[in-house]
């Protein structure tokens, strides 16, 4: 079915010029842009996105890198959007991330991996809500 995924171009990528050539590989793949913004987080806006990791001992670090810049969330759909996604973005660790994806092109280490996926349908939608309002996900 058709459904939505919720992505954000993290502080290292956007900082190093990589947001159009990732948002190319996004759209070649298939995905519809529904909404997208660049903004930036506070620290403890981004302890809030990433509060499943809060007992993790890089949830600071975490905190901290993401609230280096600027970042560019966006709201995606397509046929299998999470799972797809995923694929095309590549493993959280680049030096394991497969020949061709967005982390193993851009990422930089395992923290500053370029770009985020949501692992769900339910997360894709809680953390497209942290981002834009109802209106803006036409
Ligand atoms: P993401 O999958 O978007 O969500 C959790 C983030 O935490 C992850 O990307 C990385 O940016 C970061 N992360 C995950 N594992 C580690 C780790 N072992 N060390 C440092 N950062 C990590």
Do not use: W
Not at 31 to 44: G, H, N, P, Y
Not at 46 to 61: D, M
Not at 103 to 126: C, P, Q, T, V, Y
Request: glycine share 8%.
């Amino acid at each position: 079915a058709t459904n939505r995924t919720f992505t954000m171009i993290k502080p290292d990528a956007v900082a190093d010029g990589h947001t159009g050539a990732i948002i190319k590989m996004i759209e070649e793949a298939g995905f519809r842009i529904i909404a997208l913004k660049k903004t930036q987080l506070t620290s403890e806006q981004a302890g809030k996105f990433y509060a499943v990791h809060s007992e993790r001992p890089f949830y600071s670090s975490l905190c901290a890198y993401m609230s280096s810049g600027p970042i560019v969330p966006m709201i995606l759909e397509k046929e299998n959007a999470v799972a797809d996604f995923r694929t095309l973005i590549g493993a959280t660790n680049p030096a394991q991330a497969a020949e061709g994806t967005v982390r193993k092109l851009f990422a930089k280490s395992i923290e500053a991996n370029a770009i985020h996926g949501s692992d769900s349908d339910e997360n894709a939608a809680i953390e497209g809500s942290f981002f834009f309002a109802g209106v803006e996900q036409y």
